[in-house]
């Protein structure tokens, strides 16, 4: 059996036209979505905490980032969820996010490559979106270094432990990690 289904839906703008349908759809379920302002941070805080009741001790699975992403908006939603996002990771009984217990999808595309789109820059004359897109994947390598799972100390001692066993005359005056690799100075 599935469980319930909550949508939080964030746009530019909800008040303009092209919104109307999002508008509608939260009157009707005001327990499933939720529109988030994403350029006004209260409105994101306020959507935070909204959200967090809805969702009780469940936490979140997923959190989709699309249009507009790259403003402080989705730096701030990303982390007004983390908490609930988090808590659904934990759930699962298996250390660190995934899209099987709680994950941030963060929609991009090829205009924010350094690679792919260059050549393609005199067909599609799109810098700022270029930019905004570029700028996406920043935010998404970053977050993703930002939430890996810490190293536990056991492991980490364990590791200092057979570095510092099996250290020679070779290795004098070096720095090493608690794996034994060379860190450059």
Request: with cysteine; glycine share 8%.
């Amino acid at each position: 059996m599935m469980a319930a289904v909550k949508e939080l839906s964030t746009c530019r703008d909800p008040d303009e036209p092209k919104s109307e349908v999002l508008r509608k759809l939260a009157k009707k379920h005001p327990s499933v979505i939720t529109i988030i302002r994403l350029d006004d941070p209260c409105s994101v805080k306020e959507s935070g905490k909204k959200v967090g009741s809805l969702l009780g001790n469940n936490g979140l699975n997923l959190l989709v980032n699309n249009a507009a992403i790259v403003a402080n908006g989705s730096i701030q939603t990303n982390r007004e969820y983390l908490p609930y996002l988090q808590t659904a990771a934990k759930a699962s009984g298996t250390p660190g996010m995934s899209c099987n217990k709680a994950a941030v999808i963060n929609i991009s595309t090829v205009a924010g490559s350094m690679i792919r789109m260059p050549p393609l820059h005199t067909q599609f004359p799109v810098l700022p979106y270029a930019i905004s897109k570029a700028g996406c994947n920043m935010l998404t390598v970053l977050a993703a270094e930002e939430l890996k799972a810490p190293l536990e100390p056991k492991e980490s001692v364990e590791g200092m432990l057979h570095v510092i066993g099996s250290l020679t005359e070779k290795q004098h005056g070096g720095l090493f990690d608690y794996t034994g690799e060379t860190i450059s100075w």
